[in-house]
């Protein structure tokens, strides 16, 4: 092969280089992007599910409606339950949240084993807000996020000491769900995002980074070798004439 044919075999190799190492780091840094994006949008998601429990309660107590298997469903536990199914038949993102507990009142509300590990971590490290985790369920991948749910003073009307529940909700299969401490952790908010929306997101970006990289850097190639053709002295050749 003629130093010629070298240089420019050498030039392509360094600009394929340059295409893998340019799209490989653009493709774990818009990784990274999207699911800092998905996982904020999961912290936005548990504040606002927060808000409902809050607000619902404070709603309920107000209005002195007695606590009946009826009325239930106005309360934060069976209004989330019914919410999150109405919003999976409502949005094509196949989403899918719930909030649930390891001591249901509800055993509708029982936490899953991948639900478990989310309630002990965060009764392990209080300070936590949230995690995200990439997890197999149902047979399929999922980002996983999970927002703690904390007992507020609202909460111990339904689920505090005797001393503090309120008359009107008390409902006698659900004596067992008392006592508990206000600020301790009972339960978990999740929300599952199909891999493959996350995968469609950031894969769809850097295709167009590869196509746009191919073209650039193919026309700096070919670029190269016409100059390379044109302006490299042709020692070898001269030799063998």
Same mark, same amino acid.
């Given at each position: 092969?003629k130093r010629?044919?070298? @240089?420019?075999? @050498?030039?392509?190799?360094?600009? +394929?280089?340059?295409?893998?190492v340019?799209?490989?780091?653009?493709?774990?840094?818009e990784?990274?992007?999207?699911i800092?994006?998905?996982?904020r949008i999961?912290?936005e998601?548990?504040?606002?599910?927060?808000a409902?429990?809050?607000t619902t309660v404070?709603q309920?107590?107000?209005s002195? =409606?007695?606590?009946?298997?009826q009325?239930?469903? +106005?309360?934060?536990?069976k209004? =989330?339950q019914?919410l999150a199914?109405n919003?999976?038949f409502r949005?094509?993102?196949?989403i899918?949240?719930?909030?649930?507990t390891d001591?249901?009142?509800?055993?509708?509300?029982? @936490?899953?084993?991948?639900?478990m590990?989310?309630?002990d971590?965060?009764?392990?490290?209080?300070?936590e807000?949230?995690?995200?985790?990439?997890?197999?369920? %149902?047979?399929?991948?999922?980002?996983?996020?999970s927002?703690?749910v904390?007992t507020?003073?609202?909460?111990?009307?339904?689920?505090?000491s005797?001393?503090?529940k309120t008359a009107?909700?008390?409902?006698?299969q659900?004596?067992?769900?008392?006592n508990?401490p206000?600020?301790?952790?009972?339960?978990v908010?999740?929300f599952?995002?199909?891999y493959?929306n996350?995968?469609?997101?950031y894969?769809?970006?850097?295709?167009? %980074?590869?196509?746009r990289?191919?073209l650039?850097?193919t026309?700096a190639?070919?670029?190269c #070798? =016409?100059?390379?053709?044109?302006f490299?002295?042709? #020692?070898?050749? %001269?030799?063998?004439g």
């Open positions: 092969m010629r044919e070298r @240089a420019i075999f @050498a030039i392509g190799v360094i600009f +394929f280089l340059l295409l893998v340019d799209c490989t780091i653009f493709y774990y840094g990784r990274e992007r999207v800092t994006s998905y996982q999961g912290e998601m548990g504040h606002l599910l927060s409902v429990n809050h404070q309920f107590l107000k002195e =409606i007695p606590l009946t298997n009325t239930l469903g +106005f309360l934060p536990g209004f =989330i019914q199914a919003y999976s949005s094509k993102s196949r899918i949240f719930n909030q649930v001591f249901p009142q509800n055993r509708d509300f029982v @936490a899953s084993n991948i639900e590990k989310s309630i971590f965060f009764r392990q490290h209080p300070a807000t949230g995690i995200l985790k990439q997890i197999r369920w %149902r047979g399929s991948d999922f980002l996983h996020y927002h703690p904390r507020e003073k609202v909460c111990l009307n339904c689920h505090g005797k001393s503090t009107h909700v008390a409902l006698e659900y004596v067992a769900g008392g508990y206000e600020g301790s952790i009972r339960g908010q999740n599952y995002l199909p493959d996350l995968f469609f997101e894969g769809e970006q850097v295709f167009k %980074r590869l196509l990289n191919l650039l850097f026309g190639f070919l670029l #070798v =016409i100059v390379v053709v044109k490299w002295p042709e #020692v070898e050749d %001269r030799r063998a």
